[in-house]
């Protein structure tokens, strides 16, 4: 079982920045893919970014030039940057880790963007 542990959520204003942090209870090199979704009150859970074992990339379009993934295989963390927030960046941020079939998911963290 892996648990993955989500911080640095919060109220941020419009254009202000925030960083996720997603710390995991085992080495992160063994995940093929690790990434970030988020779901917004009535919405379905999308995708925002994920990061492979090789360290590609791949972003929502909502997100890309705004949002920074990246790992640290040392403290089993990735995280997720966040700039230029916007009111429509308000959801329930969760990570999820990839390993096979497998996938786990974090408790999930509120950001929200209002003045």
């Known amino acids: 079982q892996v648990q993955l542990v989500e911080s640095g959520g919060g109220l941020v204003q419009p254009g202000g920045s925030l960083r996720l942090s997603c710390a995991a209870s085992r080495r992160i090199f063994s995940f093929n893919a690790m990434g970030w979704y988020r779901q917004a009150p009535g919405k379905q859970r999308e995708l925002v970014a994920a990061?492979?074992?090789?360290?590609?990339?791949n972003y929502a379009d909502s997100v890309k030039g705004r949002f920074t993934i990246s790992r640290d295989n040392a403290k089993n963390t990735v995280y997720l940057q966040m700039n230029s927030l916007k009111p429509e960046d308000t959801a329930v941020y969760y990570c999820?880790?990839?390993?096979?079939?497998?996938?786990?998911w974090g408790q999930g963290t509120q950001v929200t963007v209002s003045s």
């Open positions: 999820n880790f990839q390993s096979g079939p497998l996938g786990y």
């Open positions: 990061i492979t074992s090789g360290g590609v990339t």
